[in-house]
């Protein structure tokens, strides 16, 4: 391990382009909006604790989590800009929970007030997945505000479940059937120093995979949760897709605190297993609704990829925690495949609305194919919606993009990391600052100033997507070397100013042979930023268009996506007769078979835009692998 | 309608060739194994009526038409050929029959046995498709044997259905849930010549539509099974593939029998719909596992295909009414469509075992891919049986087989049609005589010798997939004028020799632009025949080989089919790694995606088999659809 340490929320901040405007749509609309469509749903009512059969808004076994997320979102707002009224809002719920919670530490609305009998006996009923967010919520809280009475209650929650888990084991299972506790107790070590919280993270997720007799869901096995195995044994990503990434990303932290390198190999071995064989090329990850899940190698249909927004950001939240332990941009790259497509594409162009799902192809009228049947199979979302009945994704989406520009640098004592490239200002250690200026993604070219550096090293990486790439220091080009992806340079500059390109040219990506669903398909992907078509732009039936990858291609500015769209030639199959006899040509019958030979296509221009900008204006067709041209 | 009546079973025999080869295998193999399955399952026992509860093999409301349909199958091959010991077996059932039929008609072993208090009260509980099935059977049993007791059982039955449904309508629902009676009653009055039958079969048929609040199961609606619209309003097809088939198949035999236009018109509508829309290449239908059925318009997916043997039978079968009214190519080339591919299919080569579906790809691993659920949703299967729990496809191809020389030849006054090419030897009126020989498919030469025709018309089908073909005659090649698919000649000799030579190169099919499950991929189909990849020939991912269609193609002799393979120059794409920084090269990594320029392929023979073929050498990877080489 070479471990290098994260620029936090506090010391960077994003001062322009693509992020930032979402971050700045995410703080004037998104977080508010969440807040109001949870106001609405009864989720912060809820924390009153005085729901009563028969009455509306029944509380639901994961509203706290829902809420937590949504305190964790304004937290990262807060800590980068102070704003009475948000924090109003928040202190209010902190209030209510310091009322309800038990003496003893308990705390959950639910096991509460719906079912105060049933508290830790079943591990699939969420109460811990509720605790590590409230507790991930707490730490981002104080850590912002630098208030910490949210923080204590769940301290005292903390050590009720240590003790009732770990050190009496009174309760009816020994690992949630959700993961996200472990991880949250990590935070929570960082943040109170408290060991105890990071020895509970581990028991955790020691004894997962070594109780063979705990339960999941009636329609799930054991792969579902990840108790299939102990974690050291685990070499594929199995079963529901956040709770897998959740639980690796615990196990990255540990194997950092720990400094356990077969916990470290075990989770190499799962990043592997996920991005050379089970993530779409979004960066979305588990291709099954049934179990919300991973299932076999290379098996990624399109029409039916269930890529749930939370999964893409458990990918970022498990890689940023490997790229800490060891500065490979492989992690760097997914990080960035899913932030510029499965994650980002989550969420509607003006802030409001949500994808639980993302899938990569969309076709509308199939949802009426079981026209014969009451109900119909569901494919995939083809719309986002304001509020979900589990409405995990959204304040997920918000968390994450509040706190966006605490992802892109690390510092190890002698080498500053830059893993993801948006224009910034960044204070490091010892009075050292970074200053970045760039319209990345759109454009190629990225300037840095690196002021009190003097001796050190500056990485950059350059990504896995990129094969052109040169870093100039006063118009001079620098010899470069990679180490694990990253040219790394030796600053000699008290002031150091360097101009790095990376070339994006339009690429049409083909994916490995083993992958059926995309044989003979490419995807348009220009730099991190995967395309599609959508039929809006292109007409219906997409799979009848052909691209012409050796014509050239061009961009056009795009106000819906703000990058570009992409504009290709290409061809159109007709709907056409086959030739035959001349005495049975029915000017209305189209054979539904014909002999190749018979086959018409015309030219037609096609527009891509980028694929996180799909189903914004409308419900329409969309498919991001096309078939190229014979 | 220009009708001609068909030469029927007593009239026609198969003297060698494929079909032939298949009737043999039916009579020695196929009929023998099904009624032994039958008889370990308890169906034949079941005609004791001496079942309680707590007993095993508790009858099921199918079973009647299981057995009816292998007496059927059994009647058709005593018609061509006398054997005491089957006629034995038909007689002990018969007799058993007679035993336990209500005196007032009643005749049904689960609404006797199980449930007696619910005769038909329950339109979904198959007790008129059980009816229809018994009297098919009585009628072909008594065409075949002259025995007439079973007729005159299975009469009384129609009389009392007539009675209670149709004269006092004292049952719970007008029209039955799953078509069939109405086909049968057609047949019964072409037997007995009572006109009765025909006008339940006509009321039956125009009841249904009438009656809204007629229920069917829970998890569909009245498009299920076609009692959305009254049938003259039907334009799509629409529900459960077998029962439209079987109510369209009885809707053209009213159209002929009551000159109904109007009903033809229907009739038409719905078969273009069907080919032109809703059809595999293999004259499979009914794309959906959910419902058994037709789904919209082009939505026909190869991997989860249901395309029931029943519903090629079907199709088949209402093809063939169609011929009858009218003599057009189209509905011979579907019905031929159907038997080459779809129906022949659902049989394996030693003539045991059966397929309920025939998907057009199998992947057999993706039956894992819901690994972390208990139970798999089922995609299709990839093996035959020899029995299912609903085993109505096995009898129902053993009576296809066994009367399949009655679907070759119709005449009217002055014209002989022939529509499909099989060796053979045929009466026709007044002695003229008919031999065929040729071993089409395999090969594209057709001998027809017409003995004591003159004077009148010979009308031979050019298949519709059939772009260069001569007739000749003494070696002189005739002039062909079509008429609706038909060259015809008048015939002058009193013995007349022609030779018909139809050319069956290899040919790749591509689909109409709105198949999406098809786009960018071609069939390889020799004349009738649509040929497959199976991964026992051509290595697994069979998506990851393309075909070179420009290259020569050339055949091989293959034992295992009787007909021909297809070897195919082609190439595979390979696993590989992207071209990329040295330092990232990992020997073991593979990334997922990769640019389109770094693709490899290597060359491949790919060796094809005739469709119907695929699943006889285990389980195995398999596909219809393949990608040309770009």
Redesign the interface.
């Known amino acids: 391990m070479q471990p290098s340490q994260p620029i936090t929320l506090e010391h960077v901040q994003l001062t322009n382009g693509f992020w930032q405007q979402r971050q700045d749509l995410n703080r004037r609309v998104s977080v508010p909006n969440v807040y109001q469509r949870f106001a609405e749903s009864g989720r912060f009512e809820a924390f009153r604790f005085d729901w009563k059969p028969g009455m509306p808004n029944q509380p639901h076994i994961f509203w706290d989590s829902d809420a937590a997320k949504w305190i964790e979102s304004a937290s990262y707002l807060l800590q980068q800009q102070r704003d009475p009224a948000l924090e109003a809002q928040v202190d209010e719920l902190v209030d209510l929970i310091a009322a309800h919670q038990e003496p003893g530490g308990y705390f959950n609305i639910y096991f509460t007030v719906c079912q105060p009998d049933q508290r830790f006996q079943n591990r699939t009923e969420h109460e811990l997945y509720d605790a590590g967010h409230l507790i991930e919520a707490a730490v981002a809280y104080a850590r912002a505000t630098g208030k910490e009475k949210f923080l204590g209650l769940m301290c005292r929650y903390a050590d009720y479940i240590e003790e009732v888990f770990k050190t009496h084991h009174q309760t009816a299972f020994y690992t949630p059937g959700h993961e996200e506790i472990e991880l949250a107790l990590v935070k929570l070590w960082h943040y109170t120093g408290e060991r105890r919280y990071l020895e509970l993270s581990k028991w955790f997720v020691e004894e997962r995979g070594r109780h063979p007799e705990e339960k999941t869901y ?4 054991a ?2 949760d990840q108790h299939h195995l102990p974690v050291r044994e685990q070499t594929t990503a ?3 897709a956040v709770r897998a990434m959740y639980l690796y990303t615990a196990m990255a932290d540990l194997a950092g605190e720990y400094q356990d390198q077969s916990l470290l190999d075990a989770c190499l071995r799962l990043f ?1 297993n996920i ?3 089970r ?1 779409y ?1 979004t960066g979305g990850i588990g291709s ?1 609704r ?2 919300e ?4 190698d290379y ?1 990624l249909p399109n029409l039916t990829a269930y890529t749930e927004s939370c999964a893409a950001i458990g990918l970022m939240l498990f890689s940023w925690r490997l790229l800490q332990l060891k500065p490979d ?1 492989r992690f760097a790259d997914a990080f960035e495949r899913a932030m510029y497509n499965g994650f980002i594409s989550g969420i509607s162009l003006d802030g409001k609305a949500f994808f639980y799902e993302n899938p990569l192809e969309i ?1 509308p ?2 949802r ?8 119909s ?1 569901p494919l995939a979302a083809t719309q986002r919606s304001e509020l979900f009945s589990c409405s995990c994704c959204p304040p997920n989406i918000t968390r994450i993009l509040a706190s966006l520009s605490s992802y892109l640098y690390t510092q190890s004592q002698d080498t500053l990391y830059i893993h993801q490239y948006m224009a910034s200002q960044a204070q490091l250690t010892a009075g050292a600052r970074l200053t970045v200026e760039t319209d990345y993604p759109r454009g190629e070219s990225i300037s840095l100033r690196l002021q009190g550096w003097s001796g050190r090293r500056l990485a950059l990486r ?1 990504p ?1 997507w990129c ?1 052109h790439y040169e870093l100039t220091q006063d118009g001079h080009k620098l010899p470069l ?5 990253y040219a790394v340079v030796l600053v000699e500059a008290e002031d150091c100013q360097l101009q790095l390109t990376l070339a994006q040219p339009v ?10 669903a995309d ?5 348009v992907v220009r730099g991190p930023v995967v395309y599609c078509a959508e039929a809006i732009d292109n007409g219906p ?1 997409l ?2 268009l ?1 691209l012409d ?1 050796t014509a050239a291609s061009w961009l056009e500015p795009d106000a819906l996506s703000g990058l570009d769209r992409i504009v290709l030639s290409g061809y ?5 007769a086959a030739a ?2 001349e ?2 040509r029915d000017k209305q ?11 018409n296509e015309t030219p037609q221009t096609i527009r891509l835009i980028p694929y996180f900008a799909f189903a914004n204006r409308g419900e329409t067709e969309m498919a991001v692998w096309l ?2 041209h ?1």
């Open positions: 009636d329609y799930a096995n792969r579902y199995e079963g529901h592997d991005t050379q064989r993530m090329i099954a049934q179990g899940a991973f299932t076999l098996d941009r076709v009228e199939l009426q194919r079981d026209a014969s049947l009451k109900e199979r350059i896995g094969r070397q990679l180490e694990n992806g690429t049409f990506y083909a994916a490995q042979a083993a992958v059926r044989a003979g398909k490419v995807a039936d799979w009848a052909t990858t159109r199959q007709q709907q056409g035959g006899e005495d049975l019958s189209e054979p539904l078979y014909l002999p190749q030979s018979d086959l078939r190229p014979l």
